[in-house]
Structure formats: structure tokens, C-alpha cells
């Protein structure tokens, strides 16, 4: 794991991206409910608040160098992650999962997701 302040908050980060680079994962678990085990929950707004809210990587990911992300290409990443998906959120607001996985856009959001997960796992 690389030298940051908070590793498990990095490692929830990791674990979003992973959620949304992963459009079989997004059916099967945020829209069929299929958890992989008892007691597990999981939607496109617990990702969203883990990125946003919680570890606070996006929109400015440069303020969370050091504590959660290391500078360079991650950074970057988050960057374009963020220029696709937080317009997104901001045209589709509170919609089900299953409208924003229908949208035109949201291929744009997996790909930017495995850009970014690919980046902080090259670190």
C-alpha cells in the first residue's frame, strides 16, 4: 500500500472505483440486488458518497495528497473521472441507479473509473 496518511480511506477510493469501472458488477449487484454475501449493501450512492463526501477525492483530488492519494497520474485521473460523472449527478440528481446505467454517458464513467483505479494501483 502506498505511504499516505489514511491507507483505509485510500483503500475505500480503490473500492469505489472498482464499483464503477465494473458494468456487470453495477447490474448485478446496484440494479438486481445480487449481494456477494449476507448483510451487504451496495448502490451507485454509496460510491458516489465515498468519492464526494466521505474520502472527499473529487472534484478536487490535489487537496487530498498526502492523506489519500499520492500526486501524480491518479490525480489526473480523478480529474477527468470527476468532469464526466459529477455533471452527470448534477443533470440526473436522485434517479435510480438503472437510469444513470442507461445513460449515453455513463460508458464515459466507466471508462474515466478504470482509468483512475488503473493510476492508483500503479502506484
Request: net charge negative.
Amino acid at each position: 500500500m502506498t505511504d499516505v496518511q489514511y491507507p483505509e480511506m485510500r483503500k475505500s477510493v480503490i473500492d469505489a472505483l472498482e464499483a464503477f469501472a465494473d458494468p456487470d458488477y453495477q447490474r448485478r449487484v446496484w440494479i438486481d440486488h445480487e449481494f456477494p454475501q449476507e448483510n451487504f449493501y451496495d448502490d451507485l450512492d454509496v460510491n458516489v458518497s465515498i468519492l464526494y463526501d466521505d474520502c472527499v477525492v473529487v472534484p478536487d483530488p490535489r487537496s487530498r495528497i498526502g492523506t489519500v492519494l499520492v500526486d501524480g497520474p491518479e490525480v489526473d485521473r480523478l480529474i477527468e473521472l470527476d468532469q464526466v460523472l459529477g455533471p452527470m449527478i448534477g443533470r440526473l440528481g436522485n434517479a435510480p441507479d438503472a437510469t444513470y446505467l442507461g445513460d449515453s454517458e455513463w460508458p464515459l464513467v466507466v471508462t474515466a473509473a478504470r482509468a483512475a483505479l488503473a493510476a492508483m494501483r500503479d502506484v
